[in-house]
């Protein structure tokens, strides 16, 4: 039976510049080992998915870094926006012969679909009316097709209060479209800077850790946990079944400034 492989890697928060720390890591040299990483353990991909949080602070010279290291790879990739881009330079940067900013690309009979879950200027998620009428009509379009829907943000709380803040406003309206359409097999997103998987009827919810460091799971307030660079992979097979894991690097990163602010 067909399987396609796809690799997430989420909140990869690239600098402007090669040598800039953000919390004391280097979040480019973390991006290229994640990459290199999951195509040691696991070989190539059929779909690389960037969920958001791409830069830090949203320059060209950040999406330029991204896409040269995306492009070494020569393997489809759909970038979506998380809270700290710009959906507008990315889209202009981020596309081209392997890289595109959705929303919806497709793996044999496997539909992927990128929401942009960006409120402008707010690190709360939110799912604009366009972006529900969008997704309403493509999976009216093909009732059939199993369906991945991406999104930066998670439209269920997570367990840490400080970060449900910021989860998608209208979560409400999403959950209603997940529940109505039984293709959706699987909705994933980043953002919490850890692993999650929920459940809502027929669909799993899970989040992805990021590509530089991690958040505690269930703290009140901001913390971060010890856990080195992460990402997540998915095996979707042609009858709809579907299989994912999270792995995180194994080699020692360099100690977190636990003291720095700037996140």
Not at 199 to 223: G, V, Y
Request: contains cysteine.
């Amino acid at each position: 039976m067909q399987t396609y492989r796809v690799l997430q890697l989420t909140d990869l928060h690239i600098l402007q510049h090669s040598d800039d720390t953000l919390l004391g890591i280097d979040t480019g040299y973390s991006f290229r080992r994640t990459l290199q990483y999951a195509h040691q353990q696991h070989g190539r991909f059929d779909l690389i998915l960037l969920t958001g949080d791409l830069a830090q602070a949203p320059c060209s010279a950040s999406y330029r870094r991204i896409r040269q290291e995306i492009e070494n790879y020569q393997t489809p990739c759909l970038c979506l926006p998380g809270n700290h881009d710009d959906s507008e330079l990315m889209a202009q940067l981020l596309s081209g012969d392997w890289l595109s900013c959705g929303p919806q690309r497709f793996l044999g009979n496997w539909s992927i679909i990128a929401l942009n879950s960006q409120k402008p200027n707010s690190p709360v998620g939110l799912l604009a009316e366009r972006e529900l009428v969008i997704l309403e009509k493509m999976l009216s379009t093909d009732p059939k097709r199993p369906t991945l829907l991406a999104m930066h943000h998670p439209c269920v709380a997570s367990g840490s209060p400080w970060m449900d803040t910021m989860q998608i406003e209208n979560s409400a309206a999403l959950l209603a479209i997940i529940e109505r359409f039984e293709q959706i097999k699987v909705v994933v997103c980043g953002h919490i800077h850890q692993e999650l998987s929920s459940r809502i009827k027929h669909a799993t919810l899970l989040a992805t850790p990021s590509t530089c460091f991690q958040f505690t799971p269930r703290s009140f307030d901001f913390d971060l946990d010890g856990l080195p660079p992460g990402y997540r992979t998915f095996e979707l097979l042609a009858d709809g079944q579907w299989h994912s894991q999270c792995a995180y690097l194994s080699e020692t990163m360099p100690t977190l400034d636990r003291t720095a602010h700037g996140y």
